[in-house]
């Protein structure tokens, strides 16, 4: 535990400067996460061995199946036992290749102030992602736009503890499918200077992305820095796909990292049971990020996961059950094992509206996912319906209950406790604190006052209009896009990034849109 | 972790007899849980020693305030040093008298298969009291009456993961006031045969409880057996009052654990920093801890504690925020390191409905319940509006988060590991796992399907009402009413007791209730 940890962002002023403040929204963005709790580790070392020997099997007998003709090449080069689609994977081959991945690095966002470290105690809060509807400003749930778009990464910049404005946020149903990507990158890249995540719709779209991300930080600084990420999910049981194959090597060429994503529904592509879909998950994960290291040697590669569990009545995918929180704490045992990054989701809800059930998912995810020292914490706001819709209102909140969670993670502070045990003994037995010294000095930091959540009477509440979250939550959203300030983009670049888009959308067809591979 | 721990609860007739289950409702109680989870510890051994040495240093060199002589009289035969009411005690007085206290201890029901045990890794849940206000069946903010509180009774005998019908869940207004605690205590045994709390509200109500208690269980079981709990909160910093203490020897003169409960607003009666706040509070719990040993040797007792952290904003109380998780994996520490099970608050909400901000707040305070290993996990279903009002809404949603919890608590299980992995196997590479035996054999415990979330897509639920959460669980609580079977009380014992009461309320006078010492 840090006995710095909880002191107050250094900011010029003093108190003063701090209380002038107030009326304007505080959007400093935190400092990557560094997590000093300890972890929730279900498992003793037997049974984390015990898990990695049943991955390794079904690695080694039962295969994993490459839908794409240049990675069965490469694995064959590679070593592995290729039989028409399905690579074995031989253990030892699998331990020496994860071997050269990164334990952790870090991301460089084009304001140096904003870059973050990933990988050990080190995390990261990045924003829900591929929404095909969102919830807007008056709560009216329909297909989003550009706009829509553009408005949540001003969110994402606008909140202290999302350290990075993601990608397709929301689907940006006005523009054509196949020109997309163009639109969206540059949307993150220009509504906000914290890092990115990159599209991996198709092999093309992800070199694209990566040529935009030559464009904003140099083509040799990209080469040697990673900038942003990609996702590539699996096809669980054990299958990777041509399209997030031939993404992953734009990426992984470009020493670009992704996550490595098994896409779990518990119960439907897994066996109906934690550990076991836990060993086939880590099977997954472990053969896309040794390939990884067989497109480009060392370079950085995230251990992912998409989990849900479905439920045996309806079908359904869940979230905030008691076995995603398991298979969160366990996975994080493995991917410490093999010493890699990992990632996971956050905050995910199932609800159709942002009602208690939201509330309660949500913060049942988060809490497993501080407990569980996940690096990569993805869909850390706005996620609602599974994550059919995006919700303006659940953004703002999440991102707060995320700066929560930091507090928290911290762990308590130290550096006041003899200056405290001197107030209690000033106090006295039947006194109160609010006057003392050492509650003036230390009210500001000393404990977490929620913006959104209202704390007030009800006699108060009902005077200041019966409020629910969601409305609270959409006013405070309103409030932070009209005092979004758009951080200063280099002209030269932003024209090089405009001739890009330019060029490439004529070079696009956007007629076939809805035919394109995706 | 236990290999058994995930098995199915025993019940006759297997798969087919549990389907035909399913159309009402399962109200089989859950064994007393067995937390299997690693807690989350923030303080390494010095930080212990030194929250201790603070601790000591408080009680020895600011003292206690006992506003009570007999108290006074008895700490001065026990060899403190009492200086008008203030008590300083020595830190060898206190360990040696903390340390008859069982370190655990099991809690007899009328129903003997409704015992349960306190203490180490054996926790239970108990619901919400003290509302003064309710949220009914049709979400109605109003008093409640006695009907009222028998409902809620009903709900907690209904609900599997609530270990204990509590007592007054809420304020009974229909009923004088000081005559309210022999119905209350009533209703509690009536209405439910698990383990309920007992009224401290003065020392007399806390005899008339322990004289129901031996009608109930014969006098010398009760001298032998714990089958109650009071409380007794502290008035923080520093100070015991007459009616708490009265009350606490009443409880431990028969033998029966109180909740030794410093009631603690960060910030206004604590200094305004997390480890401080920490240290007083186990100053006051650990006197209170101490005079429970003074009263009785041996006598079971609980360290207790109400914790808030204060809005220096407004003064107002608030829930779900980091530092009472962090506080609360602390306190943990403490009571472990005294080896004396320990109290906290789960599911509070400082919300006004059963909105978003209610599923944030109560989620984050049982996750870090969990997590921080508490044994009598109060509160645990109904609390809104910082205790203002019990929620039917809340309350059935609340028990089932506490059955999840508790899932998960219970750690991942091993003993279909071979079968899962034999899965794998059998299905391969792109395949899907719901049509395979062991899916079949394992559906049904594989993955918790909560009943109160709704998980259907936006279609279904549009088409089967748009019903947000409060909606849902309000005709889930109806459902739980129209089942509920009251549990069979002893016609005799049922006769003596309501005996007692009669001639209890012919002797208290009801007129003057609202001047009564409350």
Redesign the interface.
Known sequence: ?SDTALKPRARAGGRTARRSLRSTTDSTMLPGLVN???R?????EE?VH?IDA?SM??LE?????FRDDIALADWKRAGADVRGD?VHLDRGLVRDLIATIPADFTYHARNPAHNVRLGGRHAIFVPMTGAPYLRDLDDV?RNPTLDDLAMFHKLSHMSPALHSSAHHIVEPYDHPISQRHLRITYSSMKHSDKTFMGMTTSPKNAEDVMDMCAILFGEEFLETHPVTTGNCNG?S???WDETMLGAMRAFCRRNQPVLCSPFVL???????????????LNAEALSALAYTQVIRRGCPAIYGHYLS???????????????I??MNF?IGQMARFYGVPWRTSNTLG???????????????T???VM?SGANYIWHSAGWN??G?HCSVA?FV?DAE?CA??Y??AE????D??D???A???D????????G?S??QE???R?????E???????EQ?VAEG?Q???ARALTQARKLLREYEEPRLDAAKNEELLDYIARREREIPAADALNQEY
């Open positions: 535990m000093a709790l300890p929730c580790e279900v498992m003793d049974k015990l049943a099997d079904i007998n039962v295969g994993v199946v399905r749930r096809n049981p054990l299958v518990g119960g439907a592509n897994t066996p109906a049971s934690v550990a076991p879909a836990v060993a086939q569990t479905v439920s045996m009545r309806s079908g359904a995918p869940m979230a905030g059950t008691p076995e929180s398991l366990m199932g609800a159709k509206t942002f009602d208690a059930q939201a509330g309660y998912e949500s913060a049942t988060l809490s497993a407990h319906e599974a059919m659940k909140v209950q929560m969670a507090r928290m762990g308590p502070r130290w006041d406790f200056e405290g045990i107030a209690v003994k106090i006295g037995p039947g006194g109160h604190y609010l003392h050492h509650t230390n009210f500001q000393a404990f977490f006052m929620p959104l959540f209202d704390n007030n009477s009800i509440w019966s629910e979250i969601t």
